[in-house]
């Protein structure tokens, strides 16, 4: 496993990460799900994902338990806060009162002292930018938090809260987790543009297009039982379309001639990129990260870059 710095800060992360959404507290039965925590970190994955809305707080509790044995100074955690977590009309969104609320909440679940990386899981545009920015700033000052990120924010909602951190003297956001994969491209233009300006990292999400990346979906066939696309989850539709079958048969044939995997062609594809902190993939079982962590040591050259963008074009 290679590991890279967290955008402009000292703290180093392993370019594949685990993530925890749609899996653990969920569909995955809790000794699975840490079986794989367990298979991830024995790979060299340093760092995991979760959130305080991945199944109302269920998905930090089974991480929790399964990284309960680790020295806590040899593990990166990352959990969040917006979402809805009850039915009250304080219990969602980025005010003072929901963000230092849910990360107490948060701290308890995973049952650590603090959390490594807090992100804003979205914008709120009911909430005043600055209150959030106090708040976060706050947990950072106790200990409860030691970086803060935000997750599918704009190119210019990142620049202002850069801006308003750096006015007020507010610790800034140094990561940034955005959906990126061969067929979601929509951070190139101007989010990594402007992450690499002010020093904030990319932590990726669906690098493999929920699964339609590894191959397994064939055009003309139905999904294999158990796979995602036959869990009743919509987020995999727009992805589960001919024209992104027939690519990723083409990535199959390329990825057979480098003697790898269509996923691990896909992830390594995504590594390319230096503002890429880590890539996030999600693994129901052991034998699923295995696989994944082997992207690690692609390298692609530029002539295979090259066949990529035509199959993609």
Same mark, same amino acid.
Do not use: A, D, R
């Given at each position: 496993m290679k590991y890279r710095r967290l955008g402009g800060t000292g703290l180093r992360v392993s370019e594949i990460s685990l993530g925890s959404w749609? *899996?653990?507290g969920g569909y995955v039965d809790s000794e699975n799900a840490i079986n794989t925590i367990h298979k991830a970190y024995d790979r060299g994955i340093n760092f995991f994902d979760t959130a305080n809305v991945y199944m109302r707080g269920e998905a930090e509790k089974v991480v929790g338990q399964a990284i309960k044995s680790f020295p806590r100074e040899s593990y990166v955690l990352a959990t969040k806060v917006f979402n809805p977590m009850g039915e009250g009309p304080n219990d969602r969104g980025l005010s003072r009162k929901h963000i230092i609320e849910q990360a107490n909440a948060s701290l308890t679940r995973l049952d650590v002292d603090y959390i490594d990386i807090y992100y804003c899981h979205r914008y709120d545009s009911e909430t005043p930018l600055e209150e959030t920015l106090r708040a976060l700033d706050d947990l950072i000052r106790q200990g409860k938090v030691l970086?803060? /990120?935000v997750?599918?924010?704009t190119a210019e909602q990142i620049t202002e809260a850069v801006h308003l951190a750096d006015q007020n003297l507010l610790d800034r956001i140094v990561v940034n987790q955005p959906q990126y994969n061969m067929f979601h491209r929509k951070i190139e233009n101007e989010i990594i543009p402007v992450s690499l300006k002010?020093?904030? /990292?990319?932590v990726v999400w669906s690098p493999l297009a929920q699964g339609v990346l590894t191959g397994k979906y064939k055009k003309g066939a139905? +999904? +294999?039982e158990g796979s995602r696309a036959t869990t009743n989850?919509?987020?995999i539709d727009r992805h589960l379309i001919e024209e992104n079958l027939v690519k990723v048969e083409q990535l199959t044939k390329l990825a057979n001639e480098l003697g790898i995997t269509t996923a691990q062609l896909a992830i390594a594809w995504i590594l390319r990129e230096p503002n890429i902190s880590s890539a996030l993939v999600g693994a129901s079982i052991p034998e699923q990260i295995e696989e994944n962590v082997k992207a690690s040591d692609v390298t692609l050259d530029?002539? *295979?870059l090259n066949k990529i963008e035509e199959i993609l074009n």
């Open positions: 749609l *899996t653990y970086y803060v /990120g997750s599918e924010w002010h020093g904030i /990292g990319q139905q +999904p +294999p989850n919509k987020s530029q002539n *295979t």
